[in-house]
């Protein structure tokens, strides 16, 4: 019950990141672009640490902690029918703590701290209030 619950939240999370993604990538293609109107898909940032979920948050000002472990990458191939260089299988990349925040709620993820991007863990669409508070021109 709880892995369905999981997924379904998952499915959620997913399915309005995309919708906010396309409606950006829609609102920056015209069809006078100089390459003829072409766009590439992309895929959702998501990370996975200690069986939790996280998205990436823009605009949000923090500091990279502690090293925490191995972070996983999930399986991205946004247009299954193509060959290109989708990221197919899960991959690898370093968390880190963010200062003044709970693990359970952000953590930091990248090779390197000085290249580390914010990812957080969402309630249903919620980004967590410890998080908002945090974010520039609040």
Do not use: H, W
């Not at 069809?31 to 766009?39: E, I, L, R």
């Not at 996280?54 to 991205?76: E, I, Q, R």
């Amino acid at each position: 019950m709880k892995a369905a619950l999981q997924a379904d939240r998952r499915r959620a999370v997913r399915m309005l990141l995309a919708a906010a993604a396309l409606s950006v990538s829609v609102a920056c293609t015209s069809p006078g672009d100089s390459d003829g109107g072409s766009s590439e898909s992309v895929c959702v940032f998501l990370v996975d640490y200690q069986n939790r979920e996280y998205s990436d948050v823009a605009n949000v000002d923090f500091t990279v902690g502690d090293k925490l472990g191995p972070a996983t990458l999930p399986p991205c191939d946004d247009t299954p029918n193509d060959d290109d260089d989708g990221r197919a299988a899960p991959s690898s990349t370093t968390a880190y703590a963010v200062e003044g925040l709970d693990p359970r709620i952000a953590i930091a993820v990248g090779e390197e701290p000085s290249e580390a991007r914010l990812v957080v863990v969402y309630s249903g669409t919620e980004i967590p209030p410890e998080v908002k508070k945090r974010i520039r021109g609040s």
